[in-house]
């Protein structure tokens, strides 16, 4: 009887316990819309991510979270044009998988410029910024990241196309001390990428991607007693793939690029890119690769094992570390501060000139410039990701237009050869509303309705498979429809690409010069 009391009280403290400390159930994506090539490290109670950035500035945003589960944005690694040159960068150049490493009191963020100077690695003291110059490393391939060893060697780990590479560099100078060693190249899959080496029971654990950033996508682990190998491979390789028959109904795919961490408390998780398809069997997304979350279970001198059977969910009923939520972001932004939030992101370096929210206060004001979005250059345009397949985002605008060849407005981009552009322009002395195609080399105009005035609010909502475009005088909310086009001609699917649509604000002249501004009175973006 008193065995059965004593069992009884353990179990009712256990599940007390539990209740107390962890919570159950959150969604994936943890950070939606483009956010792809997560990389996480923890200092005490604080977790912080970087992602992937490209041809966007400024570059590599930073987040922060108490539980994996909720994160704000808290900055970016590269704010400065003298840390991310980006001038003439393709579509999906720039900035690629970068790593975030805390050691010795610094945070470190390793990374590759593909468009101009190659691997190199930033410190700081706060995650937030600022970030130091990068100190640069003659290393030549992609996915960087740093393994600092017991014995006080520091290591950068890279892709190459055969496996994985180890090179011995000084992080004082960042020169490269040894040679660079193929160490190990997967389990067979395309381009083995996205290394992470942790040390842990005795093993060096090599972490990497395989099968392509696409719908072979997968996370594959080997492990050795030696940091230069032989990698012996995981027997439940891959450890997280959504390419198989468990995957193939999933709405999340191409998941893969993953890093690890683990909590205060002992538990390990996995954060990796993936993506939302929007047409069932067939297959296309519009957000990009986005970051998720996995609980791991890795015991003592085991092999880690990702939710069970290496597929996830949208909704994960797991427990969590206990929540802590940040408050939402607001729906409106209305351009008062003196600068814009860090969810405004320009193409390329920007021409600061060009932009000013002191102009007219309480407005955001975009000079044309000769740049189009067609083309790979400083385009005078700012935005926002899509981050939900089903959305409302309005704006106020007000053209101050001479010219025919001068338009101002909103634009759905994928990258400069895929965009659907909601613009303003004047034709014939009378301003008029349209709505441009822009696909590869298919390029139509959608929809055309004349405005009163030079003022008028441009509104796009966006379901899984359509955008759909309206107008309306400022001071009405009577909304005429422009036109409805298909997202998946925006997806990475048709366009190619790493990145994923972005709202932007932007004004053009068309190849001439001018001195026309677009005044930007409020942008709104929700959630349907
Ligand atoms: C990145 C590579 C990848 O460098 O995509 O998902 C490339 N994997 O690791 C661009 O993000």
Redesign the pocket.
Known sequence: MRNILKIVTIVCLTVFSIQLFAQTGYKNPIIPGFN??PSICRVGDDFYLVT?S?EYFPGLPIYHSKDLVNWEQIGHCLTRDSQLPLHKSPA?GGL??PSLRFHDGLFYVIC?NVSGGGNFFCTATDPAGPWSEPIWVAIDS??PDIFWDEDGKTYFVT?GNEGIRVTEVDLKTGKVIGPEQLVWGGIGGR?P??PHIYKKDGYYYLLL?EG??EYM?SATIGRSKNINGPYESCPLNPILTHANRRGQANQIQGV??ADLVQAKDGSWWMVF?GFRVTHQWAYYHVLG?ETFLAPVDWPKGGWPQVNGDGTVALNMNVPTLPLHPFPKADIRTNFDGDKLGFEWQYLRNPIRENYSLTDKKGWLRISTSPYTLNETESVSFVCRRQTEHDFIAETLLQFDSSAENEEAGMTLIQNNTHHYDFIIKKVNGQYIAQLRVHVGSLSYIAGEKQIKGNKVKLKIEGNPTNYSFYCSEADSNQYSELGKLDTRYLSTEVAGG?TGVMIGLYASSNGKSSNAKAYYDWFDYSAK
Request: hydrophobic share 35%; glycine share 14%; proline share 4%.
């Open positions: 792809p090539d992937s490209f999906s690629f998988a590759t992609i996915d892709q381009f990428e996205a991607g392509g950033t996508h893969g690029h890119l690769r790493f």
